[in-house]
C-alpha cells in the first residue's frame, strides 16, 4: 500500500495544509458538483428510508396478527410507571388480545394497583422448612416460568446448607498457614465451597440428616440495589413495597442481575418455554405475564394474587407451614405479630437494604 | 520543532482496500453474530444467569477502556504543552473516537434488546452508573469532535488548548465511570473496591497507548512515511511507566483482598485455583501483558521497531486477558450468602460457573475491533490525520539516539 507522501490530491493544499503544530488549514477543495450529487443522494436516501418506514407502518398497523399489532404498538408505549391510566388500559387490552390469540384461552392482564395502607412482608421460619420445594413448583407454574431443558427458570432456591465440623488434627492451622504470625484458628472446616455442587437435591427423603434448609427469593428490599443500578428505571419499587419489572422497558443490560446481593433475578437468555396447556392465564402486568426473550424477570410476591387478597403461591403450597405474609403496616397481621415474638434476622443485613423478606425461628 | 504537514493517505493501492475487505468482513460477521444473537436470544450464547456479562462485554470494555487512553498522546501535547506529540494529536483523537464507536456499538449489541436502545439513549436513572456512562460516552464523542475541530481549522487552533483540556478531563471522568460500573457492585466479591476507578484509568492508559504504537507505526510503514525514534523512543518508554504502573495497581488490589479475609474465597480462586480464570491471570495478564512488555519497554532488548510493536501487541493481549479475569473471573466465583458455609441448591448456588464463549460472541466481540480499524483506516484517507513525517529531524532535530551513538544534528552533519 503506498501513498506517495504527501501532495496528494491537490498540490495547492500542501501550503494551506502547512500550520502550527496539530493544526492545519482545511485541506480539501470544495466542489459544487460533488456537493450537489452528495445532497441529492442525501435527500434520496432520506425519501427511501421515511417511504420504507411508512410502508412498515402500514403494513403492522393493519395486520390481522395481534402480536404483530401489539408489537407495533409496543414500540411507542412509554414506561408504565409514568402511563395515565387510560395508556395502561390500553396496553393491559393489546397484551390480553395478544396473549389469549397466543396461548388459546382467555387470558386476563391485570393491572390493579398498589393499595393505600398496605406495605407486604414476608417471613419464614427455616426450623421448619424441610426442603421439599413444593414452592419451587407452585412458583414455576403460578409465575408462567420458564420450563425446559434449554431455559430453566426459578425464582425460588432452595439452598441445602450442610454443616461444617472442627477437628483436632487442624487444631494448629492458623493463618497464613506457618509463615508469620498466626491469625485466628481454623479447626473449623466448611463443608467446602462446593466447586462441584448440585443442581438438584433429589433425597428420597426430606428432611436430610445433618442439612438444614434456606429458601431464597427476591428480597424485596426497600433500597433495592437493582433499583438504584437500572439505567432507564424499568425496574422500580412500588408503593406496597413490591420490586417489579416493566418487561416491556426493560432493556436487557443485565446490570441488576449483577447488582442484586441476593442472586434473585433470572434472565430471559432465549424465548421462555411456556406450553400453552400449563400457562396460567390469570395475569398481572407487572407480574407473571409471559415474558419475552432479553429480558429481566424476578419474584413479585405472586403481585397477580396478592393485590386481590391472596397469598402468594408458595404460602399456599407449603406442607409445614413454614411460610407466612402479610401487610407490615397492620399490627395484627401474622407476618407482623412474628416480627414482635419470634427470633428474626434479615439476610445479608450489613448490605443495608433493608429487606422485607424475614426469617425466623420458633 | 518544523511546521508540520499533514496530509490524507491515496488509499488506491490493493493494500489498502484489502485492509478495509478485512475490516469491513470483520464487522459484517459481528453484525451478522448480533442478528443472530437477537433473533434467537442470548441462549445461544455462553452466558448464564452467574455469568451475565460475556466475551462481548470483554470487548466492549476493553475498547471503551482504550479509547480514553489513546487520547492522551494528544492531551500531552495540548494539556501538558510537549510539543513532540503535537503532530499525532489528531490521529489520537480519531483513534480515541474509533475505539469508542466499536466498543460502545458490541456493547448496544450485546443487550437483551438492543431494538430498545432508544430508551436507553433518551431515559435516565442518574442513580445508575450504568445511565451516566452513556452520558459521559456521549459527551466524548462531541468534546473529542470539537477538539478535533480545533485542531482541523486554523481560525479555532487557539482554542485547542481549551478544547483538549476538556477533553482530557472528561476522559478522566468517563474511565472513572467505566471503572465504577465495577466497583459500585457491591453484590460481588470480586469488586466492590474503590480502586477500580483507578485501576481503570491506569489500564486505559497502557491499551490505549499500546493501539496507538500499533497503529502510528503500521499506517507509517505502509504509506512508506518516515517515523523517527524520537517519537517511537520515547512513546515505548511511556508505555513501559504505563506497563509498571497497570502492574502497581493490580498488586495494591489484591493486596488488600488478601489482608481482608471476608475476600480470601475471591482470591484464592484468581489466584491459585480457578483452572482457567487463574491461567489467565498469571500467564495472559502478568506475564504476557505485564512482565515481558516491561521488560521490551524499559530495557534495551526493545529498542528495534519489531520489538516495539511486539510490546504493543502483548499489551493489548494481556489487557484483553486482564479485562477477562475481572469481568467473567469476576461473575465465574459464586456469590457468596453464607461465608464459610458450603451450599448447593436447586438452582446452582455455591457453583463455580462454567462459561465458554460461543462464535456468534466472538464474532460480535472482534467485531467492535473491525469497526474501530474500519473507522480509522476510512478516516485517513478522507482527511488529513497523519503528518508527512515523523522524522526526528522534522520533530526533534536534537533527539539523540544513545543506542546508535549518534546526536542528531551533529551526526547529520558529519554524514553530509
Sequence with gaps: MTDKKIPVKQPANQQACSGNPGSSQACHAPDDNISASRRGFVKNMGGLTATSLMGTAALLTNSDDAQANTEWAEWFQGNYRLMTDGEKAKAVARLERRYSSEYSKKVTVDSAPAKDGVLFGYALNIQKCIGCRRCVKACVKENNQSQSDKQETEWIRVLKMEKGEFTVDKMNDGYPGGYGVQVGGNAYSASGVVLEGEHYYEPKKVPEEDAFYMPIACMQCEKPPCVKVCPVRATYREPDGIVVIDYNWCIGCRMCIAACPYWARRFNWGKPALPKKDMNPKTHYLGNRPRMKGVTEKCTFCIQRVRKGRYPACVEVCPVGARKFGNLLDPESEVRRILAKKRVFRLKVEANTYPKFFYYID | ?416
Excluded at chain 2, 287 to 303: D, E, F, N, S, Y
Design chain 2, 1 to 416: 520543532m518544523k511546521a508540520v504537514h499533514y496530509s490524507v493517505i491515496q488509499g488506491k493501492s490493493f493494500g489498502y482496500i484489502l485492509l478495509l475487505g478485512i475490516f469491513g468482513a470483520i464487522t459484517a460477521f459481528g453484525f451478522g453474530a448480533a442478528l443472530y444473537m437477537e433473533h434467537n436470544g442470548h441462549i445461544v450464547t455462553g452466558m448464564n444467569n452467574q455469568i451475565v456479562w460475556g466475551l462481548p462485554h470483554v470487548f466492549a470494555v476493553f475498547l471503551i477502556v482504550a479509547a480514553s487512553g489513546a487520547l492522551n498522546v494528544a492531551s500531552m501535547a495540548s494539556v501538558f504543552g510537549r510539543a513532540l506529540y503535537k503532530p499525532l494529536a489528531r490521529l489520537s483523537g480519531l483513534l480515541a473516537i474509533a475505539l469508542l464507536a466499536g466498543g460502545l456499538a458490541v456493547l448496544l449489541l450485546d443487550l437483551g434488546r438492543p431494538d430498545r436502545l432508544i430508551i436507553a439513549m433518551t431515559y435516565y436513572n442518574f442513580k445508575s452508573i450504568f445511565a451516566l456512562n452513556i452520558i459521559l460516552y456521549s459527551g466524548f464523542f462531541l468534546l473529542v469532535g470539537i477538539y478535533l475541530w480545533m485542531m482541523f481549522e486554523r481560525r479555532m487552533n487557539p482554542f485547542t488548548k481549551v478544547a483538549g483540556f476538556f477533553a482530557f478531563i472528561w476522559r478522566l471522568i468517563l474511565t472513572t465511570g467505566t471503572g465504577s460500573i465495577f466497583g459500585f457492585l457491591v453484590a460481588r466479591q470480586a469488586y466492590d473496591a474503590a480502586i477500580m476507578a483507578p485501576l481503570f484509568i491506569i489500564m486505559s492508559f497502557a491499551f490505549g497507548l499500546a493501539i496507538f504504537l500499533l497503529v502510528l507505526i503500521s499506517s507509517y510503514a505502509w504509506t512508506h512515511r518516515e517515523i523517527g525514534d524520537a517519537v517511537v523512543e520515547r512513546l515505548r518508554k511511556l508505555l513501559g511507566i504505563f506497563v509498571a504502573s497497570v502492574l502497581y495497581f493490580v498488586l495494591v488490589y489484591h493486596l488488600t483482598n488478601l489482608y481482608v479475609t471476608e475476600h480470601h474465597g475471591i482470591e484464592r480462586f484468581i489466584l491459585l485455583d480457578g483452572g482457567i480464570y487463574t491461567e489467565i491471570f498469571w500467564m495472559g495478564q502478568i506475564l504476557i501483558g505485564g512482565l515481558i512488555p516491561l521488560l521490551l519497554c524499559l530495557t534495551p532488548l526493545g529498542r528495534s521497531r519489531p520489538m516495539v510493536l511486539l510490546a504493543a501487541v502483548l499489551v493489548i493481549l494481556g489487557g484483553l486477558a486482564q479485562v477477562y479475569v475481572i469481568i467473567i473471573g469476576g461473575q465465574a466465583f459464586p456469590l457468596e450468602l453464607f461465608p464459610g458455609k458450603g451450599v448447593s441448591s436447586s438452582f446452582f448456588d455455591g457453583q463455580i460457573t462454567f462459561y465458554q464463549p460461543s462464535i456468534p460472541e466472538m464474532f460480535l466481540g472482534f467485531s467492535g475491533i473491525g469497526i474501530t480499524l474500519l473507522i480509522t483506516t476510512f478516516a485517513i484517507k478522507v482527511l488529513p490525520f497523519l503528518p508527512n513525517s515523523l522524522a526526528n529531524k522534522d520533530v526533534d532535530p536534537h533527539f539523540t539516539d544513545q543506542s546508535k551513538g549518534d546526536s542528531g544534528p551533529s551526526a547529520e552533519a558529519a554524514t553530509a
